[in-house]
T-cell receptor, first 110, second 114 residues
Framework: GQQLNQSPQSMFIQEGEDVSMNCTSS?????WLWYKQEPGEGPVLLIA???AGELTSNGRLTAQFGITRKDSFLNISASIPSDVGIYFC??????????WGAGTKLIIKP | SAVISQKPSRDICQRGTSLTIQCQVD?????MFWYRQQPGQSLTLIAT?????????ESGFVIDKFPISRPNLTFSTLTVSNMSPEDSSIYLC???????????FGQGTRLTVV
């Protein structure tokens, strides 16, 4: 079945740094979703992408739908402590079931 | 977006017992989804629950172990039956806007089986 490969698995960064993470697949996706999950909470949708090449921002977050429809990236600019959490990419497969990446854990060094 | 309330938020249970998790949505939805998230892992779909019909289970999950109810368009329950320590996970309820895009989640139920 379809799979999403998300990298990196974890990131240790200094406050104020920019962050970049991505998801790739061998299959085409028609939608890319980026979620953030904080401890004790369910995932929260950050950005939804629907068109190849689409670039969408949500505050300091920017995500792009790759032109090949097989990848997407999420950037966070000028990270702050509340950005800590696990970021997931997801997309619906041909049966409209969401496929999830393994997640990128973001840790900010004190 | 939808507001999803899930209860309990956490529980510690004895092995061999069962726990029923409730999920309430603030609007009517056709499909509700139940996920399991094992420690440090991504989300795995357990089943899809439609009102008025039996839930559809994913490979590796069976109705006897994870019975699901969907009595109306705003509510569903998931029961984790005859629990073992391997069932210790976060269980998440989810709804979407249709065609399983833009899924919204409850806060999850953190289950520990001892």
């Amino acid at each position: 079945g379809q799979q999403l490969n998300q990298s990196p698995q974890s990131m240790f960064i200094q406050e104020g740094e920019d962050v970049s993470m991505n998801c790739t697949s061998s299959s085409i996706f028609n939608t890319w979703l980026w979620y953030k999950q904080e401890p004790g909470e369910g995932p929260v949708l950050l950005i939804a992408l629907y068109k190849a090449g689409e670039l969408t921002s949500n505050g300091r977050l920017t995500a792009q739908f790759g032109i090949t429809r097989k990848d997407s990236f999420l950037n966070i600019s000028a990270s702050i402590p509340s950005d800590v959490g696990i970021y997931f990419c997801a997309g619906p497969d041909s049966n409209y079931q969401l496929i999830w990446g393994a997640g990128t854990k973001l840790i900010i060094k004190p | 977006s939808a507001v999803i309330s899930q209860k309990p938020s956490r529980d510690i249970c004895q092995r061999g017992t069962s726990l029923t998790i409730q999920c309430q949505v603030d609007s009517q939805v056709t499909m509700m989804f139940w996920y399991r998230q094992q420690p440090g892992q991504s989300l795995t779909l357990i089943a899809t629950a439609n009102q008025g019909s039996e839930a559809t289970y994913e490979s590796g999950f069976v109705i006897d172990k994870f019975p699901i109810s969907r009595p109306n368009l705003t509510f569903s329950t998931l029961t984790v039956s005859n629990m073992s320590p391997e069932d210790s996970s976060i269980y998440l309820c989810s709804v979407d806007r249709g065609l399983n895009t833009e899924a919204f989640f409850g806060q999850g139920t953190r289950l520990t089986v001892v």
